[in-house]
């Protein structure tokens, strides 16, 4: 959070960074459960930084960041490049556990080079769309115990899947698929009993937005080109029937001139009779 400005609106990010040091001070023993409980309901129902500085003010927080600072001038955009997301170091996240209840993990985190995870009568989305990754190769270690997890990769990524399933199993669908040069290759392992892992790619919400776009401006483009072309096509069809039109009056006048010169030399040879007689 930024302390200047404490009425900016959080990011789902932001509200799963501050979950995450509620779990570490329950597993610390900082936090009962009646507590951990009652923050983290506080947590996901806040909508400020402003709401959610108080909820951690008292706990330390690791490495993991609780409200960001804010920059209130905008910086450029990060590019997509692969190499600018494979930062080195620890991960902001290392473990993830779901009794009787769910987790997530997703939006801007760092996912370190082993990542555990356990699921009991739950279940729990692991995302990395829009993570950043500690290697180069990470691994995705998941125990599903009549519960299930969906681990979620953006394309470009490598997927390796060594998973045993008991009466369940692991998605092996995106294994297989070349990774993009540079990119991280991501091996997801574990047990599942009676539950299952699924994997699966996915574009980030801005890309499918910018897709979206795309489409619809292709769209409007070949609709702008269909009424050009018909309207091109109109112009020809009335220029034609002016043509026609003009044509045809043209015709009647030459019509009626000869009718009339016609006329004309009738009336003299008549006059012309008249007079010898």
């Not at 890309?207 to 309207?231: G, T, V």
Request: aromatic fraction near 6%.
């Amino acid at each position: 959070m930024t302390d200047d400005a404490p009425e900016l609106r959080a990011s789902d990010a932001d509200r799963e960074r501050v979950a995450e040091v509620l779990r570490d001070a329950l597993a610390e023993g900082r936090l009962d459960m009646s507590e951990f409980e009652e923050r983290l309901d506080a947590t996901y129902s806040a909508r400020t930084y402003g709401e959610l500085a108080p909820i951690t003010r008292d706990l330390p927080v690791g490495t993991a960041d609780v409200a960001p600072r804010v920059s209130m001038t905008k910086e450029p955009e990060r590019g997509g490049d692969w190499a600018g997301r494979i930062t080195g170091g620890e991960g902001s996240s290392s473990w993830a556990v779901a009794v009787m209840s769910g987790f997530q993990r997703k939006g801007r985190w760092t996912v370190p080079k082993r990542f555990n995870s356990f699921a009991f009568w739950g279940g729990g989305d692991i995302d990395l769309r829009e993570a950043n990754f500690a290697d180069g190769e990470v691994v995705i270690n998941c125990i599903a115990v009549m519960g299930g997890m969906n681990v979620i990769v953006p394309p470009g990524v490598e997927v390796v899947v060594r998973g045993i399933g008991i009466m369940g199993g692991f998605d092996h669908r995106e294994e297989g698929v070349p990774g993009d040069p540079g990119a991280p290759r991501v091996v997801v392992t574990g047990f599942a009993f009676c539950g299952g892992v699924g994997v699966e790619r996915k574009l980030t919400r801005a890309e499918r937005q910018r897709l979206k776009e795309e489409r619809r401006q292709e769209k409007l483009e070949r609709k702008a080109a269909r009424r050009e072309l018909h309207a091109s096509f109109r112009e020809d069809v009335e220029e034609a029937h002016r043509g026609m039109l003009e044509g045809h009056r043209d015709m009647l006048r030459e019509h009626r001139d000869a009718r009339r010169e016609e006329r004309e030399l009738r009336r003299e040879e008549r006059d012309r009779r008249g007079h010898d007689d």
